[in-house]
């Protein structure tokens, strides 16, 4: 390994005109680093396969080229021009022998990067001894390294533990495993020791690389400032989340049935869950501390990666458009299952009606305290009655004396989150309920026709609120249902009488 080095902090910072060449801009590191790179001003180029995919999710000044990494023909146009390339690419997805796509993807990179002139590659890989017996995953990431730099391209090599975000694939296993079973029968292998890095810091460490001055290729070995086991970090997200968690530990999971079990739980894992649990049982710990003198990044415990990752989520949610997380699967199967964002449960829907949005958005905004929900208005009071009883506010709040709606106020048993006239009502509920609950009304249209949405969408803590949501499901589809067409018949007799 050589790890020699002209400075240990960058003093002479690289123009952002020159052109980066992001692969992997659709995956979860590489769909974060896009838009940093995109907010630092730097000029972009992303290779995708399927272009259109990627086209909604970047800046207008980002260029997007069609390639693969496995088609070496489709590299060297898209190389061309190319300064500083990030290579974000790995296989463990795939169906076939993942460690040779790994390889042949590596070659094909490393030889078109040369003839194209890069003058460096900034790739991603993973933490582990290579001395160790590693895993074929691990042993494939750290591979993929070695053939990148014997493409005669400098190359900084990152190696992380598992990545702390929303969406990363092992803090999701993380979170299904806290979530849905408050009851854990673990394997020995929750023991073995991790650095685990938020993806902000790791982000960081990506950006700042573009700025080191570096005489050959470096590895440097990266990750937060907590040495922690896997079952830490599951008590960790558990406290976080005000989850109640018990753990029993029992010799006999392998990591092969400790896979099969996972498939069980979730069928997200069927196909990597070895692959990753594989890799699971080797630690995954910094033996190198040269990447603290390098750069400037210091990274953040445990806990506060959990607990930002959390928020981060939090405030994604609040700025997307709710209605979107719908693009990905059918009106009816989101209705029954409930679509996910994060965590969360999602229900929604829509009706049409023939009037503008000014009229459409009326019966919205009266909606509950005496004017009450449009459709099964005695369920409400029943649910409010149950709110008292269990110490929250039931019904008794009403709504604003004015009529007018401000961000803030309260409505019965919800509170205000956003308020747009004549086109978003969000409301957050205050009721007691095992998580968060909100109610979203959204108008679009135009003088003629407009379409209501309705959105009901819940945060669910531990397997409990997971029941709650799925046992009041019937329920759900009468008083959403009934809600929707009411706010469209109250709308159309509006409309009539003016």
């Excluded at 210091?298 to 997307?320: C, G, Q, W, Y």
């Excluded at 099964?376 to 709110?387: A, F, V």
Aim: aromatic share 8%; net charge neutral; glycine share 8%.
């Amino acid at each position: 390994m050589n790890n020699s080095i002209t400075s240990d902090k960058p003093d002479i910072p690289i123009n952002n005109e020159k052109l980066i060449l992001l692969t992997g801009a659709t995956g979860y590191v590489g769909g974060r680093l896009l838009k940093e790179l995109e907010k630092n001003g730097h000029r972009i180029r992303c290779l995708a396969r399927r272009p259109d995919y990627l086209r909604s999710r970047t800046d207008a000044g980002t260029e997007i080229v069609k390639g693969d990494v496995l088609d070496l023909d489709s590299l060297k146009p898209a190389l061309q021009g190319v300064d500083i390339a990030y290579y974000m690419v790995h296989s463990m997805g795939s169906k076939g022998a993942f460690e040779k796509d790994d390889r042949i993807a590596a070659s094909n990179f490393g030889e078109s990067a040369r003839e194209a002139g890069v003058e460096r590659i900034i790739y991603l890989g993973g933490l582990g001894d290579d001395e160790d017996n590693l895993s074929p995953h691990l042993r494939s990431r750290q591979e993929v390294g070695k053939i990148l730099r014997e493409s005669g391209v400098p190359v900084i090599e990152f190696r992380a533990s598992i990545i702390i975000g929303s969406g990363s694939l092992s803090f999701e296993m993380i979170r299904i495993l806290v979530e849905r079973l408050p009851v854990m029968i673990t394997p020995r292998w929750v023991s073995i020791s991790a650095q685990p890095i938020a993806i902000e810091d790791l982000i960081r460490y990506l950006i700042e690389a573009l700025d080191l001055t570096v005489s050959s290729d470096r590895i440097f070995e990266i990750g937060g400032s907590d040495i922690v086991s896997y079952e830490k970090i599951m008590r960790i997200y558990a406290k976080c989340r005000n989850i109640r968690i018990r753990m029993v530990r029992v010799p006999v999971l392998t990591p092969g049935l400790s896979s099969l079990w996972l498939g069980l739980v979730t069928p997200l894992y069927a196909r990597i869950g070895r692959k990753l649990i594989e890799s699971i049982v080797h630690p995954t710990i910094i033996r190198d501390n040269s990447a603290i003198e390098a750069f400037k990044v210091k990274p953040m415990s445990i806990e506060d990666a959990v607990r930002h990752a959390l928020a981060n989520e939090d405030e994604e949610f609040a700025a997307t458009r709710w209605s979107d997380a719908l693009s990905s699967t059918g009106e009816r199967t989101a209705r029954f299952f409930g679509i996910k964002f994060g965590a969360r449960l999602i229900d929604s829907r829509t009706i049409k009606v023939d009037l503008s949005p000014e009229y459409a958005f009326i019966p919205i905004q009266l909606i509950g305290g005496e004017n009450g929900w449009y459709a099964w208005n005695w369920l409400w009071k029943i649910r409010g009655l149950l709110d008292m009883i269990a110490g929250g506010v039931g019904m008794r709040r009403g709504r604003p004396d004015s009529g007018i709606l401000r961000n803030g106020d309260p409505i019965d048993f919800w509170r205000i989150e956003k308020f747009e006239q004549d086109h978003l009502l969000r409301l957050s509920a205050e009721m007691k309920v095992p998580g968060r609950a909100w109610l979203e009304f959204e108008v679009n249209g135009d003088k003629n026709s407009s379409t209501i949405r309705q959105t009901a969408i819940f945060d669910p803590v531990g397997l409990f609120g997971r029941l709650y949501w799925y046992a009041l499901y019937p329920v759900h589809q009468l008083v959403f249902s009934g809600m929707l067409k009411g706010i469209a018949e109250s709308a159309k007799k509006v409309s009539s009488s003016r």
